[in-house]
């Protein structure tokens, strides 16, 4: 006799993203196994005594979702920070910082994010002194959404030691006023860390994007609040419907508690986290990232690719431009990596069989993102590498087809395109210049030439909701007419969202699909997403999520 189902799942709209089987009306889960797919029928007859019967009514079930490009610790951390997405004009800024001041009052280091770079209105920059006069006695920095600039008062400028301003490195800035001292615009990592450790957790949150270190002398009481706050978000993610994880920054540290979580059966979610290369690294240091990969191997906890970054952001000016900005047009910026060091990273880490992700938002950086791991082919042959890039904001078209001739895969995260649910029109596009705007954010440009695509939120830079990108992939409006339309149809983002995040992480032999034998990660939805108008797709909520068979999450 067959052995009776944990779980069956009836009455949904099950798109499995299976093409031999892409629609079903049930699903009968055993362990953290998919037992069989099919009618309603069929799988009630796996029912039995113990079985849990979900009735989706109606509502459509997708594989879990596969978050392809996030950063875990600081999303966690962010959970209880005060968040600025939305916040526009001086008064209202004062009225959050005040607000949450007073609601924290033993916190060391009041911290903001999603703080927009036109935040004030009216074309005035973010100074010091506009933080000083809304809070002058607290340390308070607050990132800019993309997490690539941030803005702190006096009181942290001093408390980090770097007013006076610092050596921060090639591709960070402590942005100096006409009077000398710092004037609290802090540029890419090394330039806002000093004051980011000044906070409860010491600033661990950002050492897996700063350092790609652990951090140094952890006492038992601050482990213990890490694992929690990464706790906490793993579980927020749940919410999300997300499943799996692919992390972008990463350390040691991060590695262990992600295990800890997993042996103590306390992990919600599958995650990957990255060796980040830095550019003080030395390469053979890419022989840890071979170990990592050994040594964390579960269906789990995966520790088995390196993260780069080539370059910064478009706001800020700290992306690598060929030809320069549209709004500067002789300045391009400098990567963090040359060319040769570069080639040499993607060859070695390519020759131990290690997957690399690039990020590159300009297109000078992906232009010498593509070299580089043409450099590797060259030197260690073809292989079925699935190496990435990362953003891909600008392109140049000579680099477009190059994605399918050497099997890279274009990393995106629609939520990010300015005009859509997340960012306005403004600074970015100028920055790009009208002449590239037909190869920004050209989701479908590339999808159309052949490049295998992933879609993510990047969060904490935006909203972590996939139904909110699922959206803004579904109803971009160009810039202006005759611009190229870059929209997806609803199932290439899905699969974008859960089969393509799979095979990406090379998992797709038994993740991203409802399918017998596959792992049990499964989203019920509140409706049905394909009778959903797509300007209506975000409003969809995940009702219950299920990871390695599970209850992760169920709505209330």
């Known amino acids: 006799m067959e052995q009776q189902a944990d779980i ?16 079903a009306e049930a699903v009968a889960l055993r362990a953290n196994m998919i037992a069989a797919v099919g009618t309603d ?56 910082i005040l607000d949450y001041a007073a609601a924290n009052p033993d916190e060391p280091l009041l911290m ?39 803005w702190a008062n006096t009181a942290a400028l001093k408390a980090a030691g770097i007013f006076e301003g610092r050596d921060v490195g090639v591709g960070n800035e402590i942005v100096m006023g006409d009077d000398g001292f710092a004037n609290g615009e802090l ?20 050492l897996g994007m700063l350092t790609g270190r652990d951090p140094e002398n952890v006492t038992q009481e601050q482990y213990a609040l890490d694992r929690a706050i990464l706790k906490r978000g793993l579980e927020y993610c749940a919410t999300e419907g997300i499943t799996s994880i692919q992390n972008f920054d990463g350390n040691h540290y991060q590695l262990k508690i992600m295990h800890d979580l997993e042996q103590a059966g306390e992990l919600p979610v599958r995650i990957r986290i990255p060796f980040h290369m830095k550019n003080f690294m030395e390469l053979d240091e890419l022989e840890t990232a071979a170990a990592w990969k050994k040594t964390y191997a579960s269906d789990m906890v995966r520790g088995d690719f390196v993260k780069v970054f080539m370059d910064g952001v478009l706001d800020s000016g700290t992306a690598f431009m060929l030809g320069g900005y549209g709004d500067q047009p002789g300045y ?34 992906v232009r010498q993102t593509l070299d580089g791991y043409e450099a590797a082919i060259k030197a260690n042959g073809q292989r079925d590498s699935r190496h990435r890039v990362e953003h891909i904001e600008v392109i140049d078209p000579a680099d477009i087809p190059r994605f399918k001739t050497l099997g890279v895969v274009a990393s995106m995260q629609p939520v990010h395109y300015p005009g859509g649910s997340c960012f306005p029109i403004g600074e970015t596009t100028s920055r790009i210049g009208e002449d590239r705007w037909p190869y920004a954010y050209a989701w479908r440009t590339l999808k159309d030439a052949g490049a295998r695509m992933v879609f993510a939120s990047d969060w904490p830079v935006s909203p972590i909701n996939p139904f909110e990108c699922m959206q803004d992939a579904l109803t971009r ?21 859960t089969a393509e995040g799979a095979w990406v992480e090379f998992m797709e032999d038994r993740k991203g699909l409802v399918k017998e034998g596959y792992l049990a990660d499964l989203v019920v939805l509140s409706g049905d997403i394909e009778e959903a108008a797509p300007n209506k797709v975000a409003s969809l909520k995940p009702v219950m999520t299920i990871c390695d068979g599970r209850v992760t999450y169920e709505a209330a």
Not at 8 to 23: F, H, S
Not at 119 to 130: C, F, K, M, Q, Y
Not at 187 to 202: C, D, K, Y
Not at 477 to 490: C, F, H, I, V
């Open 8 to 23: 069956i799942i009836v009455n949904g709209k099950v798109l499995t993203m299976d093409a031999a089987n892409p629609r």
């Open 477 to 497: 409006k160009p810039w202006r007419e005759g611009l190229p339309d870059e929209r997806m149809t609803l199932h290439e983002a899905i699969y974008a969202y």
């Open 332 to 365: 391009t910026c400098e990567p963090l990596f040359t060319a040769e060091a570069f080639d040499a990273i993607a060859t070695k880490a390519d020759a131990l069989g290690l997957q690399i992700a690039v990020h590159a938002i300009g297109d000078a950086a």
């Open 112 to 150: 903001g994010f999603s703080a927009g770079y036109t935040i004030l209105g009216g074309g005035e920059n973010v100074t010091r002194h506009h933080l000083d006069a809304i809070l002058p006695d607290r340390p308070f920095m607050m990132f800019a959404p993309d997490h690539h600039t941030a």
């Open 41 to 96: 029928d069929e799988i009630r007859k796996l029912a039995g005594a113990k079985t849990r019967i979900v009735d989706a009514g109606g509502a459509t079930v997708l594989p879990g979702i596969n978050e392809a490009h996030m950063h875990i610790f600081p999303g966690s951390v962010s959970l209880t920070q005060l968040n600025l997405h939305h916040v526009h004009g001086l008064e209202n800024l004062k009225t959050a």
């Open 187 to 206: 540029r890419e990592g090394n330039a806002f860390g000093p004051v980011a450790r000044l906070a409860s957790t010491g600033g661990r949150e950002e």
